[in-house]
């Protein structure tokens, strides 16, 4: 891979939809516990957009044997759909070994900033998406929109969040998108060397790089990338509504993606939240269609919150019961 090279004419010519219009690429990165969540996004997409081509690339350290066949599955399930596994070899990663040096990054933080030239000769854009996300109406504009003059086309972030990264960075232009979604002109970003300069950014930077490779891209992108509404990312706290005991969706209004950034997720079955059935209904659609939600919190973040939305139900023995297996499971860390 290199991120400096002009990417090539594509191999194979563009599949087509009943639509007529050329496949839509979309990228993932995920790891072995996130492909169910994958799911969910990948069904909630199709049911969305049909007549539309897609082509799903799922970028991942490592992928089990049962996941690579119900990724594969997919195309048997739906004909306009067709999938492409990277399995990323971290030899790939050694023209970025000097940029970690002793720093306590991982190599995981390449991942999608590697979409790029994994993808080179296979599509001249691609749609990243974080797994979080569920599609709720249609990708025509995206589908068709042209970013031939554009590097990425990203999505603001949170007001309050723009500003506070705005001001810790110290951006020039007062802008911050969040990385959940970047639809990427693959020839573009390659020809800048945007993946270079935001690995330079991310280990350089004297200040605090909170989100990581999301602040570094931010930093190296800020007033060089096109913004679009937010309702191509709609950020969705679930958090908000739990600590207030409310279960059922807030309007997300013209809402395209919504993204459950938060730390609860919505195949959290234990929340109680309707963002579960939203997520279940579009996970049946896809081949982890038989794995069930999660029906009790997992770590230690989730027993923690989980005992204060009980204790905020008027649930105290709940509330206790989970504050003591989180105290519990913190002491055998």
Not at 35 to 59: C, E, K, Y
Not at 212 to 239: E, K
Request: glycine content about 6%.
């Amino acid at each position: 891979m290199n991120p400096q090279a002009s990417a090539p004419a594509l191999d194979t010519p563009p599949e087509t939809g009943p639509n007529g219009k050329p496949s839509f690429h979309i990228a993932f990165c995920v790891d072995d516990n996130y492909f169910r969540a994958m799911g969910g996004t990948i069904g909630s997409i199709i049911d969305n957009n049909p007549g539309q081509h897609f082509t799903f690339h799922v970028l991942t350290l490592s992928a089990s044997a049962d996941n690579q066949r119900r990724l594969a599955r997919l195309e048997t399930m739906y004909p306009a759909v067709s999938t492409r596994l990277h399995v990323l070899d971290l030899g790939s990663f050694k023209q970025f070994s000097h940029f970690l040096g002793h720093s306590h990054y991982s190599l995981s933080i390449f991942t999608r900033l590697v979409i790029p030239s994994v993808l080179q000769g296979q599509t001249d854009r691609v749609l990243y998406l974080d797994a979080d996300i569920l599609c709720v109406s249609r990708l025509d504009e995206l589908v068709d929109m042209d970013i031939s003059e554009d590097i990425a086309v990203v999505v603001p972030d949170a007001p309050v969040t723009l500003q506070r990264r705005v001001a810790a960075l110290g951006l020039k232009h007062n802008e911050y998108f969040n990385g959940g979604v970047l639809f990427i002109n693959i020839e573009r970003w390659l020809q800048e060397d945007i993946t270079g300069q935001t690995m330079k950014a991310l280990l350089e930077s004297t200040t605090d790089m909170r989100f990581n490779d999301q602040d570094a891209l931010n930093i190296v992108l800020n007033g060089r990338a096109r913004y679009v509404s937010p309702r191509w990312n709609y950020l969705y706290d679930l958090i908000h509504d739990l600590n207030v005991n409310k279960f059922a969706m807030r309007p997300v209004g013209k809402a395209v993606f919504i993204h459950f950034a938060g730390s609860v997720k919505p195949w959290a079955d234990w929340s109680g939240h309707d963002a579960r059935k939203l997520f279940h209904k579009y996970l049946a659609l896809s081949p982890w269609q038989d794995l069930p939600l999660d029906p009790a919190p997992r770590n230690t973040k989730e027993m923690r919150m989980h005992s204060r939305f009980m204790y905020r139900q008027g649930r105290p023995a709940e509330s206790l019961k989970w504050y003591l297996r989180y105290l519990r499971k913190r002491v055998l860390k």
